[in-house]
């Protein structure tokens, strides 16, 4: 039974709109978020994190949104650039501490 | 400072061998976890040491183990390969146990092994 779950495999956006990610969790005892993004050949990259104590988390051109009572979370970049395209995935940390991850969505920015 | 080191790179073996990756993780981290990543899987969670020993454990079956040493540096071993085993093996380091909020992982490249 999948805890996380990104529910888009792929999504395609023309540079300099928004990508927006989208990521659902079922077990309301997560208290940490993060998103990873991941190359070809290479290992995930932390990108951002975010708290269940708040609701809204930026870092430049990336911005992550919790919504605890729906149990969703989303990453908005903000201008998308053609370096963003890459594999996202988001994670879920609870009590246990280690970290849960979506199948990813991967991102392709055009030109 | 150097990231996280794993090794080798790529890994070729046959049904019934077995394999151990290495894994060195960032200077001065103390936890390190190690995941599995298939097509159209994500990353699973295998297990994770803190100070040489294991706190958590994924829903793997026993041929796969893993050990910590005191340097931290970490191994993952898994007896008996099946072909299912064929996979993108990732270590991650952290400075503390995991469980605190501001504890963030970071990943080594992987270890593509394949079993033939």
């Known amino acids: 039974d999948q805890q996380v779950k990104q529910n888009s495999p792929s999504l395609s956006v023309q540079e300099g709109r928004i990508s927006i990610l989208n990521c659902d969790y079922t077990n309301s005892m997560f208290d940490y978020f993060l998103w990873y993004k991941k190359y070809p050949a290479e290992g995930p990259t932390f990108l951002i994190s975010i708290s269940s104590i708040k609701d809204k988390n930026e870092d430049g051109r990336f911005t992550v949104f919790l919504n605890k009572s729906a149990k969703h979370l989303s990453l908005h970049i903000v201008p998308s650039q053609p370096g963003d395209s890459a594999v996202y995935f988001c994670?879920?940390?609870?009590?246990?501490?280690?970290?849960?991850f979506g199948k990813g969505t991967k991102l392709s920015v055009k030109p | 400072k150097a990231g996280v080191t794993q090794t080798p790179r790529y890994l070729i073996k046959t049904r019934g061998q077995q394999v151990t990756l290495s894994c060195s993780p960032i200077s001065g981290h103390r936890s390190v976890s190690w995941y599995q990543q298939t097509p159209g899987q994500g990353l699973q969670f295998l297990f994770e040491?803190?100070?040489?020993?294991?706190?958590n454990k994924g829903n793997f079956p026993g041929r796969f183990s893993g050990r910590q040493f005191s340097n931290s540096r970490s191994e993952m071993n898994v007896s008996t390969l099946e072909l299912g085993d064929s996979a993108l093996y990732l270590c991650a380091s952290m400075n503390g146990p995991s469980g605190g909020a501001k504890n963030i992982q970071y990943f080594g490249a992987g270890t593509r092994l394949s079993v033939l």
């Open positions: 040491y803190f100070s040489e020993t294991q706190r």
């Open positions: 994670a879920a940390s609870g009590s246990q501490g280690n970290l849960i």
